[in-house]
């Protein structure tokens, strides 16, 4: 890896950002922007919003929102790239480019689809209905977004692991389809950042609009912060009587805010009798002096959008001056091509010269659910085997490497057969792999 690490974050662009988007990702993000050696890119990602949304109105509203938040909250356009998702064409294509390589067999087992399919099912619909293309396929989108500007590192949640590990699929197979022994794409990370604060909300769940459970972050101003903190569900324990400072959401909102000196203070006046009332003025009175400052600039820029517009347009001619040469390359690659550069006819591979057949593989992962797993695929990275998970990554590879040596004996309670793929399907991949192992090892 080079010493600059391009690290990338998108945003979806379907509602109003709340506080537990501030603490839990947006303060996050921007601090890790500033880090020597992070080359940071940030976008809108309002292709994918359209999946979600069809309220036009809300989309709109939402990219002015969202963009003025994140410049409000201390967001450098000078020092990231910081763009909208729609404003980027090479993205699209590079979707197309990369769709047309990726398995069906990957995409179903993508888990927002599987989701959709499981609640059809047991609502007695048929599997896919309401399932749209763009549910679908949105992987590949999310591939496409990762890949344009190779990033190194992509900081997600746990739930968006699996999809990462697609976008690194997709890129080894155009790599080895169309590379001729460079690879056009890095293969991406996931961050999952454990220490990264979850807030609760009102209710002492996890911060969320699907609970209607949240804290405005600049919506309503001063007034809407604390309309919403006295709205947090607390005990009827009056002044004076001693209160669990981990009975509701108040001390944990309070640290986000606070030193631990001042938090732990806190802590004591409230099992030392503190009111409700009283504790819940305090945490207003920290987090607003935190975010009056941010609040003034984002009332700043939503009555200027030309401003952020702006911003944004800028923010598309640096990535495009990234993602147009690239797609070029890939173009060329994948032989879309001017025609004055077409190779001559005499020159063309003879229809007697067999194909270089593309090699079998096994790949080995982990799930969102920390177990490691392993499959095998062809060359035309066709799903053949695919296993449980295993509690170490050791017991998946002693189990590839039981099958590489012992051949596939049928399928047990550890390891499947893909969809419609018989064993003797799996035996001849096996051999394609060893006779490919064999002649690597003879040419070293």
Known sequence: MSQTTRVLTGITTTGTPHLGNYVGAIRPAIEHSRAPGVDSFFFLADYHALIKCEDPARIERSRLEIAATWLAAGLDPDRVTFYRQSDIPEIAELTWLLTCVTAKGLMNRAHAYKAAV?????????????????????????????????????????????HIEMARDVAQRFN???????????????????????????????????????????????????NAIARIVTDSLEPGQPKDPSSNALLTLFEAFAGRDDSAAFADDLRGGLGWGEAKQRLFERIDGALAP?????????????????????GAAKARAVATPLLAQLR??????????????????????PAKAAVPVFKQYREADGRFHFKLLDGEGRLLLHSAGFDAPREAGQRVAAIKAGGFQGADEAVALGEGVSVAEVTAALAALAAHEAEKKARA
Do not use: C
Request: hydrophobic share 45%.
């Open 294 to 314: 941010m609040r003034e600039r984002y009332e700043a820029l939503i009555a200027r959008p030309g401003d952020i517009e702006d911003v944004l347009q800028a």
């Open 176 to 226: 080895h389809l169309f590379g001729r022994g460079r690879g056009f794409f890095v293969l991406p990370e996931a961050v999952v950042d454990e220490a990264v604060a979850t807030l609760p909300g009102l209710d002492g769940r996890k911060m969320s609009k699907s609970y209607d459970n949240t804290i405005p972050l600049f919506d309503g101003g001063a007034k809407g912060l604390k």
């Open 118 to 162: 499981d609640a059809n099912l047991a609502a007695g619909e048929d599997a896919d209905a309401a399932v749209t293309m763009g549910l679908y396929s949105y992987p590949i989108l999310m591939a496409a977004d990762i890949l344009m500007f190779n990033a190194h590192r992509v900081p997600v949640g746990r739930d968006q692991v699996q």
């Open 332 to 353: 060329e690659a994948v032989g879309l091509r001017r025609m004055h550069n077409a190779p001559a006819a005499s020159s063309a591979p003879s229809a007697d010269a």
